[in-house]
Nanobody, 119 residues
Framework: QLQASGGGLVQAGGSLRLSCATS????????MGWFRQAPGKEREFVAR??????????ADSVKGRFTISRERANARDTVYLQMNSLKPEDTAVYYC????????????WGQGTQVTVSS
C-alpha cells in the first residue's frame, strides 16, 4: 500500500514536502512516481524516480522547482516530493504511484493528498 501525506494550503512562492509511505510489500525495487489532478483536468505526470534513486524525471512545468527523492529505512521505502516556489497552478490532488520497473504501468496508487496554493 501507498500512503500519501503532507498536502495543505500554502501561499504562492511557498514550499511543501509530500511524503509517500509504503507498506504491505517491499517496494524497494519499484520505480515510484508522483502525479496530480486539478479540478476539471486529467491526471498528469509530475515526477518519477527509479528504484535506486539514481534517475529522476520531471514534467517541464515543475522542473527546477520540485525534487523527488526516496529513502529506505527498516526495509521500507518512503518517497518524497519537495515542492518549492509553488504557484497557484500547482493546486491539485497529488498521488504517489509505484510500478515494478520503468517500462510497465503503475500498478499501485496512493489515496492522494490535496495541495492548494493561494495567490
Amino acid at each position: 500500500q501507498l500512503q500519501a501525506s503532507g498536502g495543505g494550503l500554502v501561499q504562492a512562492g511557498g514550499s511543501l514536502r509530500l511524503s509517500c509511505a509504503t507498506s504491505g510489500r517491499t517496494f524497494s525495487i519499484y520505480a515510484m512516481g508522483w502525479f496530480r489532478q486539478a479540478p476539471g483536468k486529467e491526471r498528469e505526470f509530475v515526477a518519477r524516480i527509479n528504484w535506486s534513486g539514481s534517475i529522476t524525471i520531471y514534467a517541464d512545468s515543475v522542473k527546477g522547482r520540485f525534487t523527488i527523492s526516496r529513502e529506505r529505512a527498516n526495509a521500507r521505502d518512503t518517497v518524497y516530493l519537495q515542492m518549492n516556489s509553488l504557484k497557484p497552478e500547482d493546486t491539485a490532488v497529488y498521488y504517489c504511484a509505484a510500478r515494478p520497473n520503468d517500462y510497465s504501468d503503475y500498478s499501485h496508487w496512493g489515496q492522494g493528498t490535496q495541495v492548494t496554493v493561494s495567490s
